[in-house]
């Protein structure tokens, strides 16, 4: 960790210079927008798609960015060179509402842009990702009334509570969250589907984010020929499902095995998940071939 090389507000700092200020919006309110992305061969997977969604939760957020798309892309691959990543990377992309001139939450003390930071990791996905286990939280996901899901921002204090109330459950994995009204969300850090009768469903994104990497598992579904729907899932069709599965930036597609004690399907990685792992990582090859270095 001590080697990294962070992007800062236009530099490029050894990890244990990289700063930003108490007074920041991010430290002081989680108030900022961020995107995880990966780097596969030299290529930041889907860019494009990432900094529209990293433009469109900053205005909403009426969130001024600091550079335009094109400074944003050179600063990402100024970064990945800084450190001499080309593969296996995950890179945090965050913008805070930037340095307030006092404490408090009130973005009029913010200044006029953002604040940009940049962090490239090294962290490989498994060629076989290990499967996980699930436990039901309390804590709900929000409805877009009360923080619409549609916006990525940096306040994860819901996911993290999450978190917190399975982190002791021997073997459990990850949190499963559901929306206010008692239906299957996602997972703390993930979207979710299932296998049901041979058809791939997932939560309609209402109270989850609306994921890159779902998108392209939905995609890649229908080209496979599955029958595949959005809506509305309880617990049960989780629970009978003959397959369930994680998707993300971070993940790719990680197999579930367990939800609250009950054995999903066989207990084991099921032909579905495999399937479209399989289609996923094709698609991510044929992406980068006609997409390189951005």
Known sequence: ???????????ILPAGEARVSVFDASFQSGDAVWEGMRVYDGTVLRLEDHLTRLEDSANALRIVLPNTREEITGAIYDTLDANGFTTDTHIRLMCSRGTRSTSGMDPRNAPPVGTLVIIAEQKPVAENPAPQRLRTASI????????DPGIHHSNQLNSILARLEVWNDHGIDAALM?????????????NIFCVVDGAVRTPFANACLHGITRGTVLREARSLGYEVSEERLSLFEFYRASE??????VCELVP??????????????????RTLLDAYRSHVRDEISRHPRG
Do not use: C, H, N
Not at 1 to 11: F, H, Q, R, T, W
């Open 244 to 249: 369930v599965f994680v998707t993300g930036t």
């Open 178 to 190: 559901l929306d206010t009204d008692g239906f299957v969300a996602e997972a703390d850090t993930a």
């Open 140 to 147: 709900r996901r929000p409805y877009p009334q009360v923080v």
């Open 256 to 273: 579930v095995v367990e939800i609250d004690g009950r054995v999903i399907g066989t207990g084991e990685p099921g032909p579905v998940w």
């Open 1 to 11: 960790m001590s080697d990294l090389k962070i992007y800062v507000a236009g530099e």
